[in-house]
């Protein structure tokens, strides 16, 4: 009698497997940012989330001022033809205004970022007048100008940039030192943000060791060192969470548990590795099923096909594969833009662009798969990609290798040389 197979992560094709854009699809309609928020000094709001917009304070620039060094003139003493010879009444400079009244016939000499004196409108730079002796008993040196620069050239308007009242960061924006300062230009010292985010995250297995205290140690065997746990704290850190490590956790269902009330009660999201497959000693799913719900399980995707998300309490859950290359391409596909979006992030979504493959990909119709890839741009100026060598889920060296995934949609039969992929690099991802 012939063998009556299970479907399982081999399978190409299996009608149970949701597929990946409805999986991000309910991951966007249940997750929302935290309501809690805080108001931080602009140096310690780096890396943190808006929670409110910011609106100028100020104009900027807040007054009229020179782009250039040379000198600041009234466009009506423009010659119409040849030149005009002005009096310089004195020098603007930047922080140290000239405060004069400049009349018909009259200049001054300005800086750059010098406040523009009542009466000019534009400046001509210094390369393109010509000074000339002061007249016998003359009380101002002299310039002498053409006509050829544009009336208002060189000159920046008050509020030309940003005006009082414009909102300058949009609610929802992950902050950078470009808008560190920023903010710091606008006079602004505190913002308010988005609490930092508490994730717990444990591997779990019988055969794992951990590395704290099985460094330099010899392994027995089916023994293996813990490494998904610690990819995991890599990524989370990046992130700028609060991390709570609740270690490796006993392949019983008493111990995880335990570990999921342990982690529920004190964190916003929980994070497992390993557990969520169908062997009799994975215990994450039937767990998860017990005490919160399991909103989906196995995802149409390579690799990663077990991957787990529900809640526990409050907290939303992610049961991520056991196997390394798995974790991290889980975790980059779906837990990353979903954690960034409880942190108030309006953009979570990894950046994408096409490149030309070098490589032949097999694949099979059935399933979205992430396969790591090199991406670089030729001397021909085009942007291609070829993969690391072997694709197993278990091979970490194919991530390490990597500078991106390449992303082959879930009806795609395979790549050719030539064929154009698209590549998500893990610049700005990682």
Known sequence: MPIE?????????????????????????????????ERLGVRESLDRVLSTDVSSPIDVPSYTNSAMDGYAVRSDDFPQQG?????????????????????????????????????????????????????????????????????????????????????????????????????????????????????????????????????????????????????????????????????????????????????????????SSGGVSAGQADFVSATLAELGEVTFWKLAMRPGRPLAYGKVGDAHFFGLPGNPVAVMVTFYEFVQPSIKRMMGCTDTAPMQFTARSESALRKSPGRVEYQRGVVSTGPDGVVTVQVTGKQGAGRLTSMAMANCLIVIPAECAGVAVGDTVVVQPFHGLM
Not at 27 to 33: D, E, K, T
Not at 165 to 191: F, K, N, R
Not at 213 to 234: I, K, M, W, Y
Request: net charge negative; charged share 20%.
């Open 83 to 271: 030149e005009a010879t002005l009096n310089v009444l004195g020098t603007a400079w930047a922080g140290t205004p000239l405060d004069v009244d400049v009349k018909p016939g009259e200049a001054v000499r300005i800086m750059t970022g010098g406040m523009m004196p009542a009466g000019t409108d534009t400046v001509i730079i210094q390369e393109h007048v010509q000074n000339i002796s002061t007249q016998q008993g003359g009380q101002y040196p002299q310039v002498l100008i053409d006509g050829e620069t544009p009336p208002g050239r060189n000159v920046r308007q008050a509020g030309e940039d940003i005006k009082a009242g414009e909102t300058v960061i949009e609610q929802g924006t992950l902050l950078t030192p470009a808008h560190i300062g920023l903010l710091a230009s606008l006079g602004v010292d505190q913002v308010s943000v988005y609490r930092k985010l508490k994730v717990a995250f444990f591997s779990t297995g019988d055969e794992l060791r951990a590395l704290e205290s099985h460094a330099g140690q010899s392994l027995g065997p089916g023994e293996l060192f813990d490494s998904n746990r610690h990819t995991l704290f890599a990524m989370l850190r990046r992130l700028g969470v609060t991390l709570i490590d609740l270690g490796v956790v006993a392949d019983t269902a008493e111990a995880t548990r335990q570990a999921f009330l342990d982690a529920s009660a004190q964190a916003d999201v929980v994070i």
């Open 5 to 37: 197979k299970q479907p399982s992560c081999e399978d190409d094709q299996e009608p149970a497997l949701l597929p990946v854009g409805i999986a991000l699809e309910r991951l966007a309609a249940r997750i929302s940012p935290l309501s809690e928020t």
